[in-house]
């Protein structure tokens, strides 16, 4: 003789109506003397615990013979455990039966009472509590939510410029949130779980200019919050301002501490500019040489240059076709060719000065900022720009631009137009901006190269990649299949490895474009497998 014990709301020892409290580890119990489970989770209970308090006044072993989930669910022995899979629709109390057999013939069944709760509504951001900072500052946005994370909640977020702030005015790639909040690789916000609130810490940069209110609007889902940027009243003193039309050349003067600036009469009435100053080898110049086709070199300190338009605005001519297409000429010629290749004396190194005439042109800025770490703008027009040594940031806003990092880990961005971006050695950002745009990797010297570059907005089948002044043994395009291979990496990003098996290992990861690669994630592809797909990467390939 057994007895089966029965899983409901009675009192142990009754064989009336047998009852045992159970409750499932790890969820929590929404009545007593029942089993708790989450709409639409499968409950297991291992057999073992469903025998341990039915017992055989004879001794014989008992065991589990049948299930049965009656309603709501499908109950099954599976291996050492029963499994009740339940409606993923259903939400309240139910219950499954189970029989036990002594091996003799004796049998008897008890119920097992189940709650199941309804899944818990994810959490929602409320409101965001915007802040204002003096700049160089943090802004921070307080993001509320309804309730207290139960799970980890998933939520799309943007950063957008607003009142005439631009993507300058921030350091979007050191943007920081509390709470261990994250970005995954599709650019969403993953909140943990028993999260109230966080915040989110936006770097803003100091660009030294006098400027009124600038504003970065935060949007998580539906809602959003505008963080302003406020003008702390230290108007920087800029060391060399030029106004009008004039062709300016302020060139540091090597070896003796001091910069010239000459300027040229542009208008009628105006007198020409011969200035000489004292250079700070450290902190560098504040340069605005304005409109016209100018020319500006600069030594080891950390400069900030902003190059005007490339032209002279009472230029009738400045937008001639001709004059185009010899801007644009000049500028690849500028982007022809190593570092080394553009100084005046290489042996000099690559902050000494460099060979304008392989870019002079009026309707043309040139920069080389030199040492330091520098902040270059070209603003409209053609530019010229070289970094030098230093991690410096490059802009070359509108117009046809040619920009070479130089040594050292460059942000170089194109702004609108047709550009060609170099970031020479180190580990580089690159952003080509609207239009098309050329990234390209040259042969640099004996030097091994081994580098990880970051382009930030390539557009596969628009912009292109060139290598065909790094690799200089490669003649065909077997050679260059050789050389390369393609990986999709996560989701978003694709990493493109050249690596001659020599001197050169170079990473350049294209973010955003993972899309495009659907069969490139089974790890490094190379030889033929990649050989469709050149064509949409690459400029300047071999036969």
Same mark, same amino acid.
């Given at each position: 003789?057994? #007895?089966?014990? &029965?899983?409901?709301?009675?009192?142990?020892?009754?064989?009336?109506? @047998?009852?045992?409290?159970?409750?499932?580890?790890?969820?929590?119990?929404?009545?007593?003397?029942?089993?708790?489970?989450?709409?639409?989770?499968?409950?297991?209970?291992?057999?073992?615990? =469903?025998?341990?308090?039915?017992?055989?006044?004879?001794?014989?072993?008992?065991?589990?013979?049948?299930?049965?989930?009656?309603?709501?669910?499908?109950?099954?022995?599976?291996?050492?455990?029963?499994?009740?899979?339940?409606?993923?629709?259903?939400?309240? &109390?139910?219950?499954?039966?189970?029989?036990?057999?002594?091996?003799?013939?004796?049998?008897?069944?008890?119920?097992?009472?189940?709650?199941?709760?309804?899944?818990?509504?994810?959490?929602?951001?409320?409101?965001?509590?915007?802040?204002?900072?003096?700049?160089?500052?943090?802004?921070?946005?307080?993001?509320?939510?309804? +309730?207290?994370? /139960?799970?980890?909640?998933?939520?799309?977020?943007?950063?957008?410029? &607003?009142?005439?702030?631009?993507?300058?005015?921030?350091?979007?790639?050191?943007?920081?949130?509390?709470?261990?909040?994250?970005?995954?690789?599709?650019?969403? /916000?993953? !909140?943990?779980?028993?999260?109230?609130?966080?915040?989110?810490?936006?770097?803003?940069?100091?660009?030294? &200019?006098?400027?009124?209110?600038?504003?970065?609007?935060?949007?998580?889902?539906?809602?959003?919050?505008?963080?302003?940027? =406020?003008?702390?009243?230290?108007?920087?003193?800029?060391?060399?301002?030029?106004?009008?039309?004039?062709?300016?050349?302020?060139?540091?003067?090597?070896?003796?501490?001091?910069?010239?600036?000459?300027?040229?009469?542009?208008? *009628?009435?105006?007198?020409?500019?011969? #200035?000489?100053?004292?250079?700070?080898?450290?902190?560098? =110049?504040?340069?605005?040489?304005?409109?016209?086709?100018?020319?500006?070199?600069?030594?080891?300190?950390?400069?900030?240059?902003?190059?005007? $338009?490339?032209?002279?605005?009472?230029?009738?001519?400045?937008?001639? #076709?001709?004059?185009?297409?010899?801007?644009?000429?000049?500028?690849?010629?500028?982007?022809?060719?190593?570092?080394?290749?553009?100084?005046?004396?290489?042996?000099?190194?690559?902050?000494?000065? /460099?060979?304008?005439?392989? !870019?002079?042109?009026?309707?043309?800025?040139?920069?080389?900022?030199?040492?330091?770490?520098?902040?270059?703008?070209?603003?409209?027009?053609?530019?010229?720009?070289?970094?030098?040594?230093?991690?410096?940031?490059?802009?070359?806003?509108?117009?046809?631009?040619? %920009?070479?990092?130089?040594?050292?880990?460059?942000?170089?961005?194109?702004?609108?137009?047709?550009?060609?971006?170099?970031?020479?050695?180190?580990?580089?950002?690159? *952003?080509?901006?609207?239009?098309?745009?050329?990234?390209?990797?040259?042969?640099?010297?004996?030097?091994?190269?081994?580098? #990880? $570059?970051?382009?930030?907005?390539?557009?596969?089948?628009?912009?292109?990649?060139?290598?065909?002044? =790094?690799?200089?043994?490669?003649?065909?395009?077997?050679?260059? %299949?050789?050389?390369?291979?393609?990986? +999709?990496?996560?989701?978003? @990003?694709?990493?493109?490895?050249?690596?001659?098996?020599?001197?050169?290992?170079?990473?350049?990861?294209?973010?955003?474009?993972?899309?495009?690669?659907?069969?490139?994630?089974?790890?490094?592809?190379?030889?033929?497998?990649?050989?469709? *797909?050149?064509?949409?990467?690459?400029?300047?390939?071999?036969?």
């Amino acid at each position: 003789v057994f #007895q089966a014990t &029965e899983y409901t709301n009675g009192v142990q020892g009754d064989t009336t109506n @047998d009852s045992s409290d159970f409750f499932l580890a790890g969820i929590e119990v929404s009545s007593e003397g029942a089993y708790a489970v989450n709409q639409g989770d499968v409950l297991k209970i291992p057999l073992s615990e =469903l025998l341990a308090n039915d017992y055989d006044f004879d001794g014989d072993t008992l065991t589990i013979t049948y299930v049965n989930g009656e309603q709501h669910g499908v109950a099954t022995i599976v291996g050492d455990m029963v499994e009740f899979d339940l409606d993923d629709s259903f939400v309240g &109390e139910t219950q499954f039966t189970y029989q036990i057999d002594d091996g003799n013939g004796g049998v008897d069944s008890a119920k097992v009472n189940v709650i199941v709760n309804p899944l818990p509504e994810p959490a929602e951001v409320t409101g965001i509590v915007g802040s204002a900072v003096n700049e160089g500052e943090s802004l921070v946005y307080m993001v509320e939510l309804d +309730k207290v994370t /139960l799970e980890e909640a998933i939520f799309n977020y943007s950063f957008s410029p &607003e009142n005439g702030a631009s993507i300058y005015d921030v350091d979007l790639t050191k943007v920081t949130f509390s709470h261990g909040v994250t970005v995954n690789e599709f650019g969403q /916000l993953v !909140v943990p779980a028993g999260v109230p609130q966080f915040e989110v810490y936006l770097p803003t940069v100091d660009d030294i &200019e006098y400027e009124p209110t600038e504003s970065f609007r935060l949007t998580i889902e539906n809602e959003s919050a505008l963080g302003d940027i =406020l003008n702390d009243g230290d108007t920087a003193i800029i060391d060399v301002v030029s106004d009008g039309d004039r062709v300016d050349t302020v060139h540091y003067m090597q070896g003796h501490g001091k910069y010239l600036w000459s300027g040229s009469a542009a208008e *009628i009435g105006q007198s020409q500019i011969y #200035q000489l100053g004292e250079y700070d080898q450290q902190n560098g =110049l504040m340069i605005d040489v304005g409109d016209a086709g100018d020319d500006v070199f600069m030594g080891a300190g950390n400069d900030y240059i902003k190059l005007g $338009d490339s032209h002279a605005r009472l230029d009738e001519n400045a937008h001639s #076709q001709v004059n185009q297409l010899d801007a644009q000429t000049k500028i690849g010629n500028f982007m022809s060719g190593s570092d080394d290749d553009q100084l005046l004396a290489a042996a000099w190194g690559e902050d000494s000065a /460099l060979n304008t005439s392989t !870019v002079s042109n009026a309707y043309i800025d040139v920069a080389h900022a030199g040492g330091g770490d520098d902040f270059v703008h070209g603003q409209n027009g053609a530019d010229a720009i070289f970094g030098g040594s230093g991690n410096d940031t490059l802009l070359g806003g509108e117009g046809v631009d040619g %920009l070479r990092g130089g040594s050292g880990n460059d942000t170089l961005d194109g702004g609108i137009g047709d550009d060609i971006l170099i970031g020479g050695t180190g580990n580089d950002i690159l *952003i080509g901006g609207l239009d098309a745009d050329i990234f390209k990797w040259v042969d640099q010297g004996t030097e091994p190269r081994n580098e #990880q $570059d970051l382009i930030k907005d390539f557009e596969v089948g628009t912009d292109k990649l060139d290598i065909s002044e =790094l690799l200089g043994d490669v003649d065909s395009m077997q050679d260059l %299949l050789e050389n390369i291979s393609i990986e +999709k990496v996560s989701r978003q @990003d694709v990493e493109i490895v050249i690596n001659n098996g020599d001197d050169i290992d170079i990473s350049i990861t294209l973010e955003g474009v993972g899309s495009e690669f659907g069969g490139y994630n089974k790890g490094p592809q190379t030889g033929d497998a990649i050989a469709p *797909i050149l064509d949409n990467l690459f400029i300047n390939l071999p036969d």
